[in-house]
């Protein structure tokens, strides 16, 4: 997980995703740490992780994906 390319490090976080969201539905308070090699792209992939799991919380999905 790191790649430039946002949709290539997708495969690898939709199911961190999904455990963020079961650990968040179960009072859970998780601490995600994220990281690459430079770290240059890192926040967008921190904030779309972050939607990504916001958006899951709102439509209620507790399973996640």
């Known amino acids: 997980i790191g790649h430039p390319i ?3 490090n997708e495969v690898w976080l939709l199911p961190w995703i999904a455990q963020t969201v079961r650990w968040l539905n179960e009072g859970k308070t998780p601490y995600i740490y994220l990281h690459s090699p430079s770290n240059i792209g890192i926040p ?3 904030d ?3 939607q990504q799991v ?3 919380l709102v439509a209620g999905q ?4």
């Not at 507790?62 to 994906?65: A, F, Y």
């Open 6 to 8: 946002q949709a290539d």
């Open 44 to 46: 967008a992939v921190a």
């Open 48 to 50: 779309w992780f972050q």
């Open 54 to 56: 916001e958006q899951r």
């Open 62 to 65: 507790g399973s996640g994906i």
